[in-house]
């Protein structure tokens, strides 16, 4: 079985969580983490180490790329923590450290295959950026979206980035995690993409750590609660971070 893992933004107590229940769950041969690892949160240096240390594999996330390439395009609140990341990885910890971390950042993988299935941290399309959500499949939204993401899938891909948890269909149908708790079939030869939602930051109105478990016939979502005030403190009293990052971590916006 594996364990797919994404957008852990630097949340430790959110991090610690989840590897003990991928541990307490048993089985578990291989741990993918789909990017964003760092970002938002307050613990990047430690998000890091324990991520090398614990996943066969580390994807190139938008906040990764940021961190090393430079913070266009984001909003103000988003760019001000991706220039606290960058300084506490450059700057916080020592050089030969730093060195390691910075070399592994910039030579993150964007994509990674198995079988027939794709990982990426986004999209087919767009490994990094392009966000897949439930309102590119509401009338208005671009009628070949879709179509094209799919026709570059084999059978299965595992995406993270938007922290909503849940499975798209080649027929235009999403299912939110929180409508499949039995878990969901994969194994009937359709195309599906799967988001596999956020260990550190979710967004979809539960602010319990959310990951995916894969056994190669079928996806379970996992929840797992966590100390989401000692994370959220952390932030909070970061003047890089602030208030409203804090908050919606209790949230789950
Ligand atoms: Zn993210």
């Not at 050089?95 to 990674?112: I, S, Y």
Request: with cysteine; charged share 25%.
């Amino acid at each position: 079985m594996i364990a797919l893992i994404s957008d852990l933004h630097a949340n430790m107590a959110a991090i610690d969580a989840v590897f003990a229940d991928i541990d307490s769950v048993g089985g578990v041969d291989r741990i993918y983490c789909l990017g964003d690892v760092i970002g938002y949160g307050p613990q990047p240096v430690e998000a890091l180490d324990v991520t090398i240390d614990r996943c066969s594999l580390i994807l190139m996330g938008n906040h990764e790329a940021a961190v090393v390439g430079g913070a266009y395009g984001f909003r103000e609140q988003a760019r001000r923590a991706i220039d606290w990341t960058r300084a506490a990885i450059r700057e916080g910890v020592a050089k030969p450290r730093a060195k390691r971390l910075w070399d592994l950042l910039r030579n993150l993988p964007h994509k990674h295959h198995f079988g027939d299935v794709l990982l990426v941290h986004g999209s087919p399309r767009d490994p990094i950026m392009e966000y897949v959500l439930e309102s590119d499949l509401w009338e208005g939204a671009d009628p070949r979206k879709m179509p094209e993401i799919f026709s570059m899938i084999d059978r299965l891909c595992f995406v993270g980035h938007t922290h909503r948890p849940g499975v798209f269909t080649e027929d235009n149908v999403f299912l939110p995690a929180r409508e499949l708790t039995d878990g969901y079939d994969v194994s009937d030869g359709l195309k599906y993409l799967i988001n596999v939602g956020s260990v550190g930051q979710p967004r979809d109105n539960d602010p319990r750590a959310c990951y995916c478990l894969f056994t190669g016939d079928a996806v379970y979502f996992r929840r797992v609660e966590y100390d989401i005030e000692a994370t959220a403190s952390l932030v909070r009293d970061n003047p890089d971070l602030g208030a409203r990052l804090a908050d919606r971590l209790g949230k789950g916006q």
